[in-house]
């Protein structure tokens, strides 16, 4: 089992940062890729970036390309998104996610976080 607790998020103003973090506890694979994804109010769960296992390939959805960078920490059981040039279209609830591979795909990744709030005011 694999229990996973986001923080980090915040309410901040358009084109500001905040970095999110995540950390795992307990391990259902040996090796696992994480990700973040993000739901915001009225739309589907969405994705927005993964990285694998050691961190060197990484997928971004397009709309958070070249503002958001995902990276594990060196004790691989924690994951970080760090969001600059935010903007309201940003708002959302992000979770982290495990899963056996880097992937895009909800259905890929079988353990969820709570998810940490995102507001970026206009």
């Known amino acids: 089992q694999v229990s996973l607790v986001e923080s980090g998020g915040g309410l901040v103003q358009a084109g500001g940062s905040l970095r999110l973090s995540c950390a795992a506890s307990?391990?259902?694979?040996?090796?696992?890729?994480m990700a973040w994804f993000r739901h915001a109010p009225g739309k589907e769960r969405e994705f927005v970036a993964a990285?694998?296992?050691?961190?060197?390939?990484?997928a971004y959805a397009d709309p958070v390309k070249g503002r958001f960078t995902i990276s594990r920490g060196n004790d691989k059981n924690t994951v970080y998104l760090q969001m600059n040039s935010l903007r309201p279209e940003d708002t959302a609830v992000y979770s982290c996610?495990?899963?056996?591979?880097?992937?895009?795909?909800?259905?890929?990744?079988?353990?969820w976080g709570q998810g940490t709030q995102v507001t970026v005011s206009s």
């Open positions: 990285v694998s296992w050691g961190g060197g390939s990484t």
């Open positions: 307990g391990r259902a694979y040996s090796t696992y890729a």
């Open positions: 996610a495990v899963g056996r591979s880097r992937a895009t795909r909800e259905a890929d990744y079988d353990y």
